[in-house]
């Protein structure tokens, strides 16, 4: 991408009215963001889910904080473990289709190039693969929940 390619970008997101743009290829990565006018409201991300039955205790705390924590602790236990992080911002699905059966399990040793799941972005079906054969050790990321750019969604091995 040349800087006239770069400045026509620019010139389309400021007509647009979008307030963010991503774009990512294999050597390239273009992130743009505008500031927000007054008067806009934003809404706050989400921070944490908690799920609660009858016959489970209400916890507190941070739970992003016990999820990277766990999370370290994983990594370290095991040097063979690799992250496999979002490319972009937007909803992970575990499946095709709602009711279907997802793309792939813990457990599951996969090839290069399998479909290991979806994010939406922008009514966008993005198909994340497996960028080298591994074994799917943890699914971090929540069927239906947003993700960030760079958030960890899956914890695997390099088979």
């Given at each position: 991408m040349d800087i006239k390619e770069l400045k026509e970008l620019v010139k389309f997101i400021e007509k647009s009215g979008f307030t963010e743009f991503e774009y990512e290829t294999d050597n390239v990565r273009v992130y743009l963001s505008r500031n927000v006018q007054v008067g806009q409201?934003?809404?706050?991300?989400v921070q944490s889910q908690m799920v609660?039955?009858?016959?489970?205790?209400?916890?507190?705390?941070?739970?992003?904080?016990?999820?990277?924590?766990k999370k370290s602790e994983e990594?370290?236990?095991?040097?063979?473990?690799?992250?496999?992080?979002?490319?972009?911002?937007?909803?992970?699905?575990?499946?095709?289709a709602p009711g279907a059966d997802p793309f792939v399990k813990e457990g599951d040793i996969v090839k290069?190039?399998?479909?290991?799941?979806?994010?939406?972005?922008?009514?966008?079906?993005?198909?994340?693969?497996?960028?080298?054969?591994?074994?799917?050790?943890?699914?971090?990321?929540?069927?239906?929940?947003p993700v960030e750019f760079g958030e960890t969604i899956f914890l695997v091995e390099k088979v």
């Open positions: 409201i934003i809404a706050p991300q609660t039955t009858a016959n489970q205790p209400v916890t507190t705390g941070n739970a992003t904080e016990n999820v990277v924590e990594l370290s236990g095991n040097p063979n473990l690799v992250e496999i992080k979002s490319p972009i911002v937007g909803t992970f699905y575990e499946a095709p290069k190039g399998k479909t290991l799941c979806i994010i939406e972005a922008m009514k966008i079906m993005n198909e994340i693969e497996a960028e080298f054969d591994c074994k799917i050790v943890k699914k971090v990321g929540k069927n239906g929940v």
